[in-house]
């Protein structure tokens, strides 16, 4: 009796080691997937950085040469202001006017009163229902602060240590801001040279934009300078499609 009920335990314990084996079989191929899916990841990641690394490397590269060039053709120029200097009261006319349009072109460093703005996101916190992205300083702010201080007589505007051009941009990208293809994050910091006392009267007045940013918790401090010094843009304006105009046409 006892034979003929281990016989057919028998059959069981078989299927149990059989089920065992499959499962155990399962499991280690399933680990090997996992490290061989992880190994392949690690893999794609490492050349992806590898990829990016040289991609800014060339661009380090290309963005040297073009500041050699800058600076080889900005010498050019000084050489010539030099003759030009020299040679008499027609080429010193020459000489001032081109000084004045690389003032305005904004590729040359220039100094003089003014005033310094610092602006900071506002430490307060947003309350429910209060849109958060109302405590932070836009692209738009910015513009706004720039375009009071150029109507206010700015000769010279820089964000952050960027030159301030006609043909800049200055937008959102994220949690920074793009200026001349740069990116920067809050605190910003505008120079202005011009009229200190105009320049920050335009800023503060009633119901201004540093009023206006205020009320946010937007911290905007105005500070006068008897002497601030502004770079001249460091990269290379090119124009694929504003030429010279024919004569009068």
């Known amino acids: 009796m006892e034979n003929h009920a281990g016989a057919k335990r028998f059959p069981g314990y078989i299927a149990l080691v059989a089920i065992c084996f499959l499962l155990g079989f399962g499991l280690t191929l399933q680990i090997k997937s996992v490290y061989k899916n992880k190994s392949v990841v690690v893999d794609t990641e490492m050349a992806r950085a590898d990829q990016l690394q040289k991609t800014i490397n060339d661009q380090k590269d290309q963005n040297d040469a073009l500041v050699k060039q800058v600076q080889s053709l900005q010498k050019t120029v000084s050489d010539y202001r030099d003759q030009a200097a020299k040679s008499g009261d027609a080429d010193k006319t020459l000489n001032d006017q081109l000084t004045n349009a690389e003032i305005l072109a904004g590729i040359s460093a220039v ?6 703005i610092t602006m900071n996101d506002s430490k307060v916190s947003a309350s429910s229902g209060t849109d958060a992205s109302a405590f932070v300083i836009h692209d738009i702010d910015i513009l706004q602060v720039l375009n009071e201080l150029r ?6 505007l820089s964000l952050n240590g960027e030159r301030i051009l006609a043909t800049s941009e200055v937008r959102c990208a994220g949690n920074v801001v793009s200026v001349n293809d740069n990116r920067y994050a809050a605190p910003f910091v505008i120079s202005a040279i011009g009229k200190p006392d105009q320049l920050k009267s335009a800023l503060l007045m009633r119901d201004g934009i540093v009023d206006v940013l205020s009320q946010w918790g937007i911290e905007v401090d105005v500070a006068t300078s008897s002497k601030i010094v502004i770079n001249g843009y460091s990269g290379t304006p090119q124009f694929n499609y504003a030429k010279p105009a024919k004569g009068g046409d």
Request: aromatic residues 0%; without cysteine; proline residues 8%.
């Open 111 to 116: 100094q003089g009163p003014g005033v310094t």
């Open 151 to 156: 109507d206010a007589g700015a000769e010279a």
